[in-house]
T-cell receptor, first 111, second 111 residues
Framework: RKEVEQDPGPFNVPEGASVAFNCTYSNSASQSFFWYRQDCRKEPKLLMSVYSSGNEDGRFTAQLNRASQYISLLIRDSKLSDSATYLCVVNKDGNNRKLIWGLGTSLAVNP | DAGITQSPRHKVTETGTPVTLRCHQTENHRYMYWYRQDPGHGLRLIHYSYGVKDTDKGEVSDGYSVSRSKTEDFLLTLESATSSQTSVYFC??????????FGNGTRLTVT
């Protein structure tokens, strides 16, 4: 089993729709979690950290379920500019040397 | 955006030649990282640095060396390039226990 798993997609959604991605991780001791977005042929950019209580940033909501060992990202009212690959990142022990990166979920928002 | 630049942006080189990639930051961050990104793999850590002249190996360090003689510069050297080192290379920086911020990448092709 991979340490971090994501549904690769692609997810194709119409503009204005909501879409949710899940990411599962295998190490129950993992301490911190992040979502990055990566546009085609560009660098990953931090979208948001994921906190135990869940957190929201505008149209984006991230949640952590430690019992089931997954994190989720919900995008509401999707925009064309949300089209990208979303990378799930898990920090195994709080040290950035131990980041485990998922392969990403591809999202295409269609007009 | 974090002040981090990579050079060159693209490079084509022949098998067996040495190659050096440069990462330069203006954020005065202590931690710097070199990753590679390949299809079918999440981002993989090659080497990282936790201060001037302080470096350590990551997950895929074979065939690579690094140097950090100044806070702002982190160099990645492929001692004798091989075709398996054809990849996209990303440099990243961070403060202690803070998320990574990436440079815009170097596309390296080894023929």
């Amino acid at each position: 089993r991979k340490e971090v798993e994501q549904d690769p997609g692609p997810f194709n959604v119409p503009e204005g729709a909501s879409v949710a991605f899940n990411c599962t991780y295998s190490n129950s001791a993992s301490q911190s979690f992040f979502w990055y977005r990566q546009d085609c042929r560009k660098e990953p950019k931090l979208l948001m950290s994921v906190y135990s209580s869940g957190n929201e940033d505008g149209r984006f909501t991230a949640q952590l379920n430690r019992a089931s060992q997954y994190i989720s990202l919900l995008i509401r009212d999707s925009k064309l500019s949300d089209s990208a690959t979303y990378l799930c990142v898990v920090n195994k022990d709080g040290n950035n040397r131990k980041l485990i990166w998922g392969l990403g979920t591809s999202l295409a928002v269609n007009p | 955006d974090a002040g981090i630049t990579q050079s060159p942006r693209h490079k084509v080189t022949e098998t067996g030649t040495p190659v050096t990639l440069r990462c330069h930051q203006t954020e005065n961050h202590r931690y710097m990282y070199w990753y590679r990104q390949d299809p079918g793999h999440g981002l993989r850590l090659i080497h990282y640095s936790y201060g001037v002249k302080d470096t350590d190996k990551g997950e895929v360090s074979d065939g690579y060396s690094v140097s950090r003689s100044k806070t702002e510069d982190f160099l990645l050297t492929l001692e004798s390039a091989t075709s398996s080192q054809t990849s996209v290379y990303f440099c990243a920086i961070s403060g202690q226990n803070s998320p990574l911020h990436f440079g815009n990448g170097t596309r390296l092709t080894v023929t």
